[in-house]
């Protein structure tokens, strides 16, 4: 215990400038009752509070970077089934929920990729935006992730016809899927 105050070093100056880069305590307080006395109290006391603080932010962070809804992974375990279906398990693909104001205004999903680096991003119209419910809601969103998917699949075939292109990528969905989509 009488080392408590010296021996953090390097480890507390990171921590106190972490700490107060993310607003969670004021720099010069704790600075000030850190003073690095082996024997002072304060150093035992606020060494201790900082470890707990230390550890809240580590999870707190940890917690923040990796929470989804249950519907982001539902949708998520549905875009990876039908990526590794589409044969694009190479690629690197994320999936978000948007609001209807992010993506065209007759839309409900929309897809930006780079063919080169493999990389894309699908977005899912948000549930509250929608004009369904229930299964039928669940299910035109599994339609909307197999659509944009077959986008990034058939668009080095190139069709420069806007319409035409929705009409292969809407025919191909429905024959991947089985089945007819609600919207």
């Not at 921590?15 to 305590?25: D, E, K, P, R, V």
């Not at 998520?76 to 993506?103: C, F, H, M, P, T």
């Not at 929309?110 to 299910?139: C, F, H, M, Q």
Request: proline share 4%; hydrophobic share 40%.
């Amino acid at each position: 215990m009488a080392t408590r105050g010296r021996g953090w070093g390097a480890e507390r100056t990171l921590f106190l400038q972490q700490a107060h880069l993310l607003g969670h305590a004021p720099f010069g307080l704790i600075e000030t009752a850190f003073h690095g006395m082996s024997d002072c109290p304060v150093c035992v006391k606020y060494s201790t509070i900082l470890g707990m603080r230390a550890v809240c932010a580590i999870l707190f962070i940890a917690l923040g970077c990796s929470a989804t809804t249950p519907l982001e992974s539902r949708l998520d375990r549905q875009l990876k089934l039908w990526q590794k279906r589409l044969g694009l398990k190479e690629w690197n693909l994320a999936l978000k929920v948007v609001r209807q104001s992010e993506i065209d205004r007759n839309s409900w999903g929309a897809a930006e990729w780079d063919p080169v680096a493999k990389t894309g991003i699908i977005s899912v119209l948000d549930p509250r935006d929608y004009n369904l419910k229930g299964e039928d809601l669940r299910l035109d969103m599994e339609c909307t992730i197999v659509h944009e998917l077959v986008h990034i699949q058939v668009a080095p075939l190139g069709a420069r016809d806007d319409g035409q292109r929705e009409k292969v990528v809407n025919t191909i969905m429905g024959a991947l899927l089985n089945r007819p989509c609600p919207n």
